[in-house]
């Protein structure tokens, strides 16, 4: 009959792997892949499976890209700026210092042209892909000393990567590379004086109140950083087209779940670190100029030589100053008048 | 064979109708129930299709919920607070004055118990929701003159319907029911002073600006309303769990593609109203205090005489005080400091 054959076309069965750049203990940064593979294997009965694997199951962390791209696992759950020692257009996709928040991020991904643009980038790399989480702006920091003007920044030792790295090494930091779990140890005994890790929900696992106490606010690095899943564009392009739907359908579900997940589970957690020794602590104005001019200044020079980076910046910066245009008439000044009522108490 | 019931029972054909409680010129917000329908009958190839309907076309607008409510159709896109003439608990799942911004709406409806809150009260009406869109922060409306403090708004006619009306009413506002098509020449002629509509990329369609140029801001009474996909529970039920799974994933990628849109369009609109005469208008402290503090009143007169009102407000209230402590240290202090710039002409 030709039944038999119209299952198989139907709902196909297939096994791919994710490689995860996150640790399993980051439960809702990597439980964006878990939830991804909920969603398409519920819904194809059983028949799409993603199986994820926590960084270093497969690859280390910082390869699960590479992974993907080459063809060792079929997707990759990671951020973009991981991979910005290949080149600095990687961290455009995901998050670079003075951008976007986390609305302005999607609404320039999904509807200004940034996935077009930045999987034109990934194409390179044999790859395509989707946002697949948000973490919402992430903190600046633990400091074991305050830090008030630029000049407190000379001959600092921070555990921080990519471009913000290179920004704040403008600055005078000295920026260090630390996996997770050195960090604690390496506050405690001094050898680094700040650390960043993501935010108060994944911070507080750590305990680095208890060694740094300082915690600065924001993390203008990353004002809404995406998290991506990047899938093997062969892969992708050999599913069938109700596979390949499905698919980006999960991913935007995905993509909104973990910021959702994160604005109900912060709150909590930066209450239980202040209870528990956390002293918060502002960026300075002249931190913030100063650094902001450090990023252009930055910017400007890669643009200079690099045309991808300079294509996909333009775009985010075109829509970046509409971006702050528009949210002074509408959330900016309901959140001011809202944040008013929380400091008075009245809410 | 044992292939052809397989068939069946894998994607089986179901047809819907989803009555919309918008019309099709607002594309945005009409175009979540085009999105659901796309991408339902993308990822089963063709077998789940829902139909959408516009405001009027099977039922008005504003009885898409009971059409869905009785099972004339299965499905409605609406709004909560359409409802409020038979218990103001349907606005608590949309949006109600001076509660939670979209992201705040978002974390509370799927990680905050507020989806399930929500949902007890809607089963009472044979009905099972899912959030299906976010505006964001809405304008405050058009007023034909200045409005400086409360004693301006005495015996103000504006249109502006639900709580937001209840709430005005309180400071000597004189509500009034307007379809869409009538406001322009009601404000034309000046028998209202004021309306309210939705926000930048909608009202640009409208014209406004020529017969009322004040454009108020924020709508504090929908700090980020939360548009519903509203099913008919008994057909809800009847889905084969897959089915019901993807309409899950494919209602939540909807609901944040919405905000996604509105966030992207709404920036060229308001540049496109302003070049156009609109002159913008921020709502004075003392109003907002003083709408704040009707709000209040309000509520907790509801409160004394509805438990499932005062059920999911205090749900609500508990999440608002720790959203708006934790926006303090993350995205607030980011966008203060990029909308400095923006001042500054430094974007």
Redesign the interface.
Known sequence: ?L??P??AQ??PKITWRIASSFPKSLETIYGGAPDLAK?MS????GNFTLQPFAAGEIVPGLQAMDAASSGTVEAAHTVGYYYVGKDPTWALGSAVP?AL????M???????GGMALYNEFLGKSGLIGFPGGNT????GGWFRKEIKTPADLQGLKMRIAGIAGQVLSKLGVVPQQLAGGDIYPSLERGTIDAAEWV??HDDEKLGFQKVAPF?Y????WE??PTVHFMFNKAAYDGLP??YK??LR??C??T???M???Y??????A??KLVANGAQ?R?FS?EI?QAC?DATNELFASIETTNADFKKIWESI?A?????????????????S???S???AN??
């Open positions: 009959t039944a038999a119209a299952i139907s709902n969603m519920e819904a194809t009965e003075f928040n986390a609305r302005g999607n609404a320039w991904m999904y509807h200004g919402g702006t992430q903190m935010g108060p915690y606010y924001p993390g203008f004002g809404g087209e109700h739907s499905l359908t999960a935007q579900a993509d909104a779940n910021l959702q997940k604005d109900y589970l912060n709150p909590i930066i209450r918060l502002p104005p913030m902001f910066k829509f970046r100053k509409e971006n702050y245009l528009y949210t002074q008439v509408a959330d900016y000044p309901f959140d008048f809202m944040v009522l929380q400091r009245k809410l």
